[in-house]
């Protein structure tokens, strides 16, 4: 028995993870090519229709369209972050595998490190939609850099997790709680909105805020994140959100595994 | 690590606080040692603990005190060491993937305990024939039967290589032919590979066919942990009836049960049965047919069965009150 578990490792855990998630997307292709359909009528509405109302009206839209593409890339990227995280969580309990999953030798963190990993090619796709889109409506090339955009995607997608977390945290303990993740689609796209209001250092500790003024300068103004000088602060925010995620979804790990309530659905 | 036992349970106790003040014991004091390639049968009736105590067992619930070792290893101070060696099949839960195939549940419970596929695979498909898998590997879980899905749920935990396996009801709902086979599965796991496997469950019948040990709870307390032989020996050395040539009177039997109490009568089949308490009472009772004229036919030892025995230690019947 000793002799085998040299070759036991957490690593197998995350490959295994991240396998079982990329199987799902090949089988339930359909579902995948349903959503991404979906996102491009959203999408092509949205804009379209921004471009065709101004149109009516005579109205210069320019900055205003291209605040719209960002502000749709940064949602369409937490919000599928998220959704994927919790609702995840939430299929894994009502089908009963989730005290299955929280058998792995070395805790449920590497199966989550794995889910979520397993889970970013959906959001990184669908991401680039909005782009498109906005190069098709706007009808100018959007500097897309990608030294920038992939590392901001990611603090957005981390800042995304944290929500996720939190959300996932009080799904273990309350079971029920699909309504608070339609609202949360809602509350995002307040927060990405907030972007636009200037100066007050407060708004820019809320997630997605900052990632919102950085895909704006990096698409729209062409400068790289590095010569941004809020990428520290975005980073520092992104750390702490993530954090206090991650201790939300512990705190209610452990309350649930107090109460016997892991396995409940 | 010295393995001394592959599980011991020591003064394990689990309250529950649903709210509003109220608190429910649901484990109270459980102390238990398995060795290795033991099977052992945990009974109870509903709410007596059995669940609490395989979810403590597995880290899913967290206990209110006490401690628990597996394999030497303390599971909350050595989580890792401790998840390495136990696996799992939990009752009411679908415990396996629906919506993925066989194989692919094989693959995937392998990788979740730290295996890599090329290491487990041997294993997978040893288990594939073993129960009668083999031909249904690519088939959907979601579209099998509800006993194979049951043997796949038992796969998974198996490719483990655990030398701990807990199963809660793991027959429930199967036809007898399945259940059959992962029985003899189940022992054979602990006569070839010193597998130590707990089974919870209400079929008294398969944990009498299975289990060389049961523990028995009443209300989150620990009553009974005695080899199954002897339980029944206990029970079985209690118990004669007596089938009489010549049926006692009125004024015998009024004396029968003034100096017996333990007797009843079974007038249609001219016999009566009585529980003893001890050797002696046998022997007075010989006397004193022998004296009262009462021909002896035949003598039967009642052998009662697990269930019955179950039920008179939940009854708290006996020296189990």
Redesign the interface.
């Known amino acids: 028995?000793l002799e085998?578990?040299k070759?036991?490792?957490?690593w197998?855990?995350l490959?295994?993870?991240i396998?079982?998630v990329l199987?799902?997307y090949r089988?339930y292709a359909f579902n995948l090519a349903s959503s991404a359909i979906t996102f491009t009528l959203l999408f092509g509405v949205i804009l379209g229709g921004m471009r065709g109302l101004a149109a009516a009206e005579g109205i210069t839209l320019g900055p205003s369209l291209e605040g719209m593409v960002v502000g749709l890339l940064i949602w369409t990227l937490a919000v599928l972050s998220y959704q994927s995280w919790a609702y995840g969580l939430v299929f894994e309990a009502q089908?009963?595998?989730l005290?299955?999953?929280?058998?792995?030798?070395?805790?449920f963190r590497w199966?989550a490190l794995g889910r979520l990993l397993g889970d970013l090619t959906f959001p990184l796709i669908f991401a680039c939609l909005p782009i498109t889109f906005g190069v098709l409506f706007t009808g100018r090339a959007f500097r897309v850099d990608l030294f920038t955009l992939v590392p901001l995607a990611m603090l957005t997608i981390l800042q995304a997790w944290s929500l996720g977390l939190a959300l996932g945290g009080l799904a273990l303990l309350y079971k029920r709680i699909e309504a608070s993740f339609q609202i949360m689609q809602f509350l995002i796209a307040g927060l990405i909105g907030l972007a636009a209001v200037p100066g007050n250092w407060l708004l820019g500790a809320l997630p997605f805020v900052l990632s919102t003024r950085a895909a704006h300068q990096s698409l729209v103004h062409g400068v790289p994140l590095w010569r941004q000088p809020s990428a520290p602060a975005l980073l520092g925010v992104t750390a702490l959100w993530l954090l206090a995620g991650s201790w939300a979804y512990r705190h209610c790990e452990?309350t649930a595994?107090?109460?016997?309530l892991?396995?409940h659905y | 690590m010295p393995l001394s036992h592959v599980l011991e349970i020591t003064e394990l106790r689990k309250i529950y606080r649903p709210g509003t003040g109220r608190q429910v014991v649901a484990v109270d004091g459980f102390d238990l040692s398995l060795e290795a390639g033991m099977v052992i049968g945990l009974l109870g009736p509903n709410g007596a603990g059995k669940t609490t105590i395989i979810k403590c067992c597995l880290g899913l619930v967290i206990p209110s005190s006490g401690t628990i070792r597996v394999a030497g290893y303390d599971l909350w101070r050595q989580p890792v060491q401790a998840r390495l060696r136990v696996a799992a099949v939990l009752e009411g839960s679908r415990n396996v993937y629906w919506r993925h195939s066989v194989i692919e549940n094989l693959r995937f419970f392998a990788n979740l305990h730290g295996y890599s596929w090329a290491a487990a695979r041997p294993r997978a498909e040893e288990l594939l024939e073993r129960l009668d898998l083999a031909d249904r590997r690519t088939a959907l879980v979601g579209e099998l039967s509800r006993g194979m899905q049951q043997k796949v749920a038992v796969a998974c935990a198996l490719v483990r290589r655990c030398p701990l396996v807990l199963l809660d009801e793991p027959t429930l709902g199967l036809d007898v032919e399945t259940a059959r086979e992962l029985e003899r599965l189940i022992i054979e796991l602990a006569r070839e590979q010193g597998t130590t496997v707990v089974v919870s469950s209400h079929q008294m019948d398969l944990v009498e066919r299975i289990c060389r040990r049961v523990a028995i709870l009443r209300k989150g307390r620990l009553v009974v942990n005695d080899s199954v032989t002897n339980l029944l020996d206990i029970f079985a050395a209690r118990a004669y009836r007596f089938t009489l040539e010549n049926p006692p009177g009125i004024e015998q039997r009024q004396e029968l049960l003034s100096r017996f109490p333990g007797v009843c009568f079974d007038d249609a089949a001219g016999a009566f049965r009585l529980e003893v308490m001890d050797a002696g009472e046998f022997y007075d009772l010989m006397e004193f047919m022998r004296q009262a004229g009462l021909r002896v036919a035949q003598i039967d030892r009642e052998v009662p069965d697990l269930g019955e025995v179950f039920l008179q230690v939940i009854r708290g019947e006996g020296s189990f009150a």
Do not use: A, F, I
């Open positions: 028995m085998e578990e070759d036991r490792s957490p197998h855990v490959r295994g993870v396998w079982k199987v799902e089988r089908t009963g595998t005290e299955q999953l929280y058998l792995s030798p070395w805790g199966v452990r595994m107090r109460r016997g892991l396995g």
